[in-house]
């Protein structure tokens, strides 16, 4: 009984911290919300459809840590599209991680979110970004070794993401109890994200040999290079989310997405609120 109360209290505390967070909307949501869809895009519409649902009414007790309504991501600043820092997935995905989390409860872990749906417009947002050679604030972190005038080719930005389709995740492993990760202040110093854990900006996930959104093959899910308990943390990762019809991608450890998807063909740019 102790444990789960520290586990109890430990996940009320991250819950607290998180939903203090206030993400007010940009001027580039307000024009983008009368912007015209392009093709492929789902038909405008500021509501939710009923398909999605915020994480929080399916399972209160996986930990969320939204990394882009926040300053501290590959491009410095909040995202477009991101109001308010919740995760929001199809029910179906949703259903599918709480399937999944109470396997890890178990064991005295818990998943933790750093990003669900995207809207099309944080999307755009980031190809605006790679285009813009000249903004390389955050590269000491995300991204030391990699050209940022090759992301595009390299497959690390792309005009279109699975995110938006509603049932991608970017999830970790925390154990339990779990205090949130100290907020990170703009212009402080940058540690590569493949540092060793010590070294990399402090976050309270398992040694995943990387920290999330690591441009760099070292997180790539199976790289040879990570062995040991890294690799231990990984495939524990991969094969609790695989058991509730998760698939990863092969080039990021964080990345999941629940199959069948509920929209495999549509690409939505309601924001986050």
Not at 62 to 81: A, C, K, S, W
Not at 141 to 158: H, M, N, T, V
């Amino acid at each position: 009984m102790p444990r789960v109360a520290a586990a109890l209290r430990g996940l009320a505390v991250a819950a607290a911290a998180l939903m203090t967070v206030t993400v007010l909307p940009s001027a580039a949501d307000a024009e983008a919300a009368h912007r015209p869809p392009p093709s492929g895009r789902a038909p405008g519409s500021p509501s939710m459809p009923k398909e999605f649902v915020a994480l929080r009414e399916v399972d209160p007790t996986i930990l969320q840590e939204m990394r882009y309504p926040t300053p501290h991501n590959f491009t410095g600043v909040p995202v477009d599209g991101y109001r308010r820092p919740v995760c929001l997935l199809t029910r179906d995905a949703a259903r599918a991680l709480h399937r999944a989390q109470r396997s890890f409860l178990r064991r005295g872990l818990s998943l933790k979110v750093y990003d669900c749906y995207r809207p099309q417009r944080a999307v755009d947002h980031f190809v605006r970004w790679a285009e813009d050679l000249g903004d390389q604030r955050m590269k000491g972190e995300f991204y030391p070794r990699e050209d940022k005038s090759k992301l595009f080719d390299d497959g690390y930005i792309a005009a279109k993401s699975g995110h938006s389709r509603g049932s991608t995740l970017d999830v970790t492993l925390v154990r339990l109890p779990a205090l949130p990760t100290r907020p990170y202040v703009p212009g402080e110093p940058l540690a590569p994200c493949y540092g060793p854990q010590a070294a990399r900006f402090p976050d309270n996930s398992l040694d995943m040999g990387t920290g999330f959104d690591c441009f760099d093959t070292l997180a790539h899910t199976l790289d040879p290079r990570i062995h040991g308990r890294q690799r231990a943390n990984r495939l524990l990762l991969k094969h609790g989310l695989e058991r509730a019809g998760f698939v990863n991608l092969p080039e990021e450890w964080w990345h999941f997405t629940f199959t069948p998807e509920t929209f495999p063909d549509t690409y939505f740019d309601f924001p986050v609120r």
